[in-house]
């Protein structure tokens, strides 16, 4: 695949062909103008109902971004499009590498050091057309290119989508192939960033008749390669006897001799590149004129080098790294639809298979400073065995490599759209896997640790013995089965103006975990040993009450949904929706290790497993269209209650060595939002969304040990205390400017974003800074300016045109106090090119 779509010369190139092609064998006619003669605002036409309805006639809160609005907004990347729409927000720590969050429904998340495999699953549902792709950690980061919308869907859509979506879904929505149509679409970019080394991107797509009104096929190729930002300066790392490795192990007297370690080989500006790759093709073929099978075939590559956040004490943009980092993420994805008619009734099956595979490394030199780690990096009888005591290269990293494979299968009938009765139904079935190998790799010249490899008997996703030097490692198989049986019924109370929809969906899942945790603890050569001792098989567990066995439940329930929707006048919905949403339970990698001097020891043992959480939402929502559908005003207003919320927790001086996850605090959220479309004149448009959210928590459980009594508060700030990643405001605004000049048609574009200040977490205190940061506010500003004519489109951008510098993810995952800021302030030329046979 890297060699078909490796380069941007590639990508030239099937663009050359792409244009020599269309010249030989079609005509060029006009690319579609600019608007400016109409007057009104363009209808969305979506399917977040499993039915082809106008936005403005879904009675639910929803964002749909059109093919268009993504090429004027120049959005290729998750990241792009979220400054649009302000109720998602990510703990964002570079590409594919964070996970998604809706309404500020979000507590804390792990570092991305073994998320796939102990991290909870998501609870925004992430779709490529009717596959979910979501993984723990790192959402799947799909690139838009030839995407005809995305759909953002707000509040629980457990009904129709499942455990994924307990708090909304974002639905990439691609061009399918078109019978009898030739087209194509051609585009370049280059691009300057401030601090940081220049981008290219291009992509090219096709659509081509094979036989009439009975076979198509569509294809397109993208390659954009990105210019780092973040620039890794010179550094020094010297053990200091304020470390808490050397105070407890060396009185706070650093061992004579222990080597420093340089960083001189690694240090570069723009540290950070990042490049994607990719294909996708579909084929359509009509059987007659009520059946057709549409097929496709995905692509994609990201590679993603160094980091993606700075240290604020070393500088603007400047971080220090002491060994390679970089995140290597592949998917493909083969999807199918077959859809038609029995009688009245619309069937589709539907069935997708995704594997995705990653591979990270991020330099982990600062955990050297914590307090375990001596044990591993140093020698002596202050530490373990006899000798004079001694420490080694403080040098760390840490490795994660996870699979992730998701087959899955739906049904549905749909009754006719005009019926004063109309019904969705179906039956839904999934193998959701992921496999994960998290390595911690340190004390590399420390000799006399045993060879680490899984333990005999268990599952296993990567049988081999570790590298030298691996001292902890997780080897880790999870997932669950679901099957469900899912519908909505739709009854107009009065035709057209009054409609009562209810839905429910019944689901069991079959959830599982296995594999090993395994640690070097007690290892040196100076006390062989045959199998670690401090080594867990997960596929035979010993729980709380004494038994034994695997790790697995059985998760059965239904989640629904009521639906009142009025149209009072012409051109004005209201709504109010009641709806429910779940996220599965899961189970923890062992019990870990808990100190004597702990206050909670032999008081409180690590759960072996958490339950599901639950969201219930109530919402009254409008849509409202004016003046001869010249301005559109939408919004909502609702009330979220998220109880037994799945809390992460890591805090070795109480809890252990291992983070865990349980049920803990529950939450709610109140918030309003809204968005505005005025087409104030023929040649001006302006847009404008909006979200305020107020979350707390209401309630403050204890945390209950072994023996059946509390053992210490959650660590959160308590009752009245806010979500993560939940700014009270946040809010955008661009005009567009459409005119004539000459031969030419012509545009300027100007935008603003604002999003205030919001903490990086609910926890307070761990094993990290603490990391409940506040992460301050910001506003950043866009424009463009660009030409039609013809088949050709020119375009001039600026991005974050102030280079300001927000503050998108505040933490300390790698011992660090890191930020994670926006792009700096970028300058791009696109040109593109299109074509439509005749």
């Given amino acids: 695949m890297q060699q078909f779509v490796g380069s941007p010369r590639v990508a030239a190139a099937v663009t050359g062909c792409l244009l020599a092609a269309r010249l030989a064998h079609a005509q060029t006619v006009p690319a579609t103008p600019p608007s400016i003669d109409t007057g009104k605002l363009e209808d969305i036409v979506v399917t977040a109902t499993r039915r082809t309805e106008n936005l403005q006639d879904v009675p639910i809160t929803m964002t749909a971004l059109t093919g268009a ?21 990510t703990a964002n720590k570079g590409p594919g590498q964070s996970e998604v969050y809706m ?18 699953f998501p609870n925004v549902a992430i779709y490529l057309d009717d596959q979910s792709v979501q993984l723990p950690g790192k959402n799947l980061d799909i690139y838009a290119a030839d995407i005809e919308r995305i759909e953002i869907l707000e509040g629980p859509q457990g009904t129709l989508y499942g455990a994924g979506a307990q708090a909304g879904a974002v639905r990439y929505i691609t061009n399918k192939a078109k019978l009898d149509v030739t087209e194509g679409y051609a585009s370049a970019a280059y691009e300057t960033t401030a601090h940081g080394d220049p981008s290219g991107r291009a992509q090219a797509v096709i659509n081509l008749p094979l036989i009439p009104n009975t076979l198509a096929v569509r294809a397109v190729i993208y390659d954009d390669s990105r210019g780092g930002y973040i620039h890794n300066v010179p550094g020094t790392f010297t053990r200091q006897p304020t470390d808490p490795g050397i105070v407890n192990y060396f009185g706070g007297v650093v061992p004579p001799g222990s080597p420093s370690l340089s960083n001189s080989a690694l240090v570069s500006n723009a540290y950070n590149p990042t490049t994607y790759t990719g294909a996708r093709a579909s084929a359509l073929w009509q059987f007659n004129d009520d059946w057709h099978l549409l097929i496709e075939q995905s692509y994609q590559n990201l590679e993603a080098d160094g980091v993606y956040s700075y240290a604020p004490a070393l500088g603007d943009l400047n971080v ?34 995704l594997d995705r595979n990653t591979n990270q490394q991020t330099d982990y030199t600062a955990y050297s400073r914590a307090t375990f780690v001596t044990y591993y990096q140093c020698n002596g009888p202050a530490v373990y065995g006899t000798g004079k005591n001694i420490c080694y290269s403080p040098s760390a990293t840490w490795q994660d490599i996870a699979r992730n494979t998701h087959q899955s299968h739906e049904l549905r009938v749909t009754t006719p759209d005009e019926a004063r009765i109309r019904a969705v139904g179906g039956l839904f079935w999934e193998d959701y896997k992921v496999q994960d190998s998290t390595n911690y790799q340190t004390g590399q010249e420390a000799a006399g640790f045993y060879p680490l490899a899984p ?45 009562l929809t209810v839905g429910t969906r019944f689901y069991d899942m079959d959830n599982y975990e296995r594999g090993s945790k395994n640690s070097a603890y007690g290892c040196r050569n100076l006390n062989p040993c045959t199998n670690p001792p401090y080594s867990e098989n997960l596929n035979e567990v010993t729980f709380a009450n004494g038994t034994t066995g695997p790790l697995q439940n059985t998760i059965t329930g239904h989640k629904s949904k009521v639906n009142l929707s009025w149209k009072p006048i012409d051109g004005t919905l209201l709504y109010f929706t009641y709806s429910e949403g779940f996220r599965p339970g899961g189970f923890n990698r062992g019990q870990g290790v808990i100190s004597t001097s702990s206050p909670v020891y032999d008081k409180f043992t690590i759960p072996s497993s958490y339950n599901t959480d639950e969201l219930k939402n109530y919402e009254i929502g409008w849509k409202t269209t004016w003046f001869n559908n010249r301005l559109q005003v939408n919004g909502a207003m609702y009330e979220e209650k998220w109880s037994n919320v799945q809390l992460l927790i890591y805090d070795p001086t109480l809890y252990g060595n291992l983070g ?33 959210n107020q979350s707390e928590q209401v309630n403050d459980p ?118 994670t800021p926006n792009r700096p302030r970028t300058i791009g030329l696109r040109m593109s090119y299109r074509f439509k046979g005749v």
């Fill in 320 to 353: 220090q790294q002491y060994n390679p980092s970089y995140d290597r993420d592949r998917f493909e994805d083969t999807a199918w639809t077959l859809e038609g008619r029995v009688g009245p009734l619309k069937a589709v099956y539907t069935g997708g298979y």
């Fill in 69 to 89: 609005t993504l090429n004027q907004l120049n959005v290729e990347t998750l990241d792009d499009y979220l400054r649009y729409v302000p109720n998602i927000n």
């Fill in 660 to 692: 865990f996850l349980t049920n803990g605090p529950n939450y709610r959220v109140r918030g309003l939002e809204g968005e505005v479309v005025w087409r104030a004149t023929d040649e001006l448009t302006v847009t404008s969304s909006f979200a305020w």
């Fill in 103 to 120: 309404r500020g429904l979000s507590t804390t998340q792990f570092g991305n050091q073994g998320a796939a495999g102990s991290g909870s």
């Fill in 702 to 819: 204890q945390l209950i040990g072994s023996n059946g009594t509390p053992v210490s508060l959650f660590p959160t700030a308590g009752i009245g205390s806010p979500l993560a990643e939940c700014p009270p405001f946040a809010g955008n605004i661009r005009a567009r400017y459409e005119f004539t000049l000459g031969n030419y048609n012509a545009y300027a574009q100007v935008a603003g974003q604002h999003t205030d200040h919001s903490y990086a977490s609910v926890i307070t205190q761990g094993a990290f800074e603490p990391p409940n940061q506040n992460q301050a506010p910001y506003s950043t500003y866009d424009a463009a300016l660009g030409a039609t004519k013809d088949s050709w489109d020119l375009e001039l951008y600026g991005e974050n045109l102030t280079d300001t510098r927000a503050q998108l993810y505040v933490n300390g995952f790698d011992y660090v106090h890191l930020v």
């Fill in 455 to 499: 333990l005999p008997g268990t599952t296993q996703f990567d049988p081999n013995p570790r590298a030298p030097g691996v001292v902890f490692f997780d080897d880790i198989t999870r997932g669950y089965t679901q099957k469900a049986v899912f519908g909505e019924v739709a009854f107009d109370i009065v035709p057209k103006t009054l409609t």
